[in-house]
């Protein structure tokens, strides 16, 4: 029998467990899984509320604009934020985050966006968290935009805190998200007087309610919509492996780059090296006087369908993100983009566009099977 999405049988505490376990299945951990109701942001609020008391330290790695939004919450939290700033074209070195932990023993937190998604670099998350394991301190790590398109292991890599969503490279439902908290982030959270209680905010009022008590209680009427969403993305993620998920995404954004590389016309990757740029997104930076929303919405108006967004904020008039993730992480969807950009710089003029160069960079890349 099937239903009607307005008449989709209450979920069961039985079906919230059997979908916890399928994300912590998802990100091979150990560690106790929370599925949170609402987009990604509040997990990673939640786990600064709890994580960071007042009079604390954290170090604050900021690699793009979500790092900026940490260092906010963990101020507001009353703790003293130092923040690595790296250029956003590149990744952070375990060697600076090692630096900055050296010159602040006090440290007890650290946050770091593993792929940025809205400036497209991916930073070294194995080897920092060793450096963060030997330092002692609670390893928070931001993975919504690395999650699917390159691997994310919280127990090998040592992370306290690990927050995904479904909605970018796991192709999923937005709107639901999740995290995988250690026995040493609950400990710490618990001996934290300002950490959120009865509160939307409060993961230690899951901890008590719902893992402590077996997961047979549910809390909340659980959102079947996009819970049940949720279950199908990691159902077919497992059917068709993550690997060549992961895989996918990848090839993307090898060819992206390339294409990118060959399309002339003032366009080059953002991200200078090609270890650094993110699996789940290639961002293009615009030279050459052009401004970059106006390429896009260009592009745009030749082809509406290809996945293709002007930088957001002060970035969007020199960058281009081609978010190829998800079901855009298919050589067609690069192809298209390159493509459409590569006319959109014809009609605004931009010299030595080379659409056949890209094209040809494209299938060499990603060879059609
Ligand atoms: C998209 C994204 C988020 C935000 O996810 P929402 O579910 O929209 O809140 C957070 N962090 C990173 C790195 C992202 O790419």
Redesign the pocket.
């Known amino acids: 029998m099937t239903h009607s999405l307005l008449d989709l049988p209450a979920l069961t505490a039985e079906d919230v467990a059997r979908i916890d376990r399928k994300v912590a299945a998802l990100l091979d951990t150990e560690q106790d899984v929370v599925i949170m109701q609402g987009?990604?942001?509040l997990p990673?609020e939640a786990c600064i509320r709890a994580g960071a008391p007042r009079g604390s330290h954290a170090l604050n790695i900021v690699t793009g604009p979500?790092g900026q939004t940490f260092g906010d919450w963990l101020r507001d939290c009353g703790a003293t934020v130092h923040d690595l700033a790296v250029p956003f074209h590149a990744a952070v070195t375990a060697e600076a985050v090692r630096d900055a932990l050296a010159a602040h023993p006090e440290i007890g937190f650290v946050s770091l966006?593993h792929?940025?998604?809205?400036t497209g670099n991916t930073n070294p998350v194995a080897a920092i968290g060793d450096v963060v394991r030997e330092h002692g301190a609670l390893f928070y790590l931001?993975a919504?935009?690395s999650v699917g398109a390159e691997p994310v292991r919280p127990d090998a890599w040592g992370v306290d805190m690990c927050v995904i969503?479904a909605?970018?490279a796991m192709g999923g439902p937005?709107g639901v998200?999740a995290v995988a908290v250690s026995a040493r982030a609950w400990e710490r959270f618990a001996a934290n007087p300002d950490a959120p209680r009865a509160s939307y905010l409060s993961l230690l009022d899951w901890k008590a309610r719902w893992i402590d008590g077996g997961r047979r209680t549910l809390m909340f009427a659980p959102a079947q919509l996009e819970m049940l969403a949720l279950e199908a993305c990691l159902d077919r993620i497992a059917a068709d492996g993550l690997d060549a998920v992961m895989a996918r995404h990848a090839r993307a954004a090898g060819a992206a780059r390339a294409g990118a590389l060959a399309l002339g016309g003032g366009i080059e990757p953002f991200v200078y090296e090609a270890g650094a740029a993110a699996p789940v997104a290639t961002t293009l930076r615009v030279t050459g006087g052009l401004d970059a929303s106006e390429v896009v919405a260009e592009a745009l108006a030749l082809d509406p369908s290809v996945p293709l967004i002007a930088g957001g904020g002060a970035l969007a008039k020199e960058m281009i993100r081609v978010n190829h993730y998800g079901t855009d992480a298919t050589r067609e969807a690069v192809l298209a983009s390159l493509e459409a950009l590569g006319g959109a710089l014809e009609r605004l003029g931009a010299p030595g566009v080379k659409t056949a160069s890209a094209r040809a960079a494209v299938a060499e890349t990603w060879p059609g099977e």
Do not use: F, T
């Not at 792929?115 to 809205?118: D, G, K, N, T, V």
């Open positions: 987009e990604a942001l990673l979500y966006v792929a940025e998604a809205a931001d919504v935009a969503g909605q970018k937005a998200s």
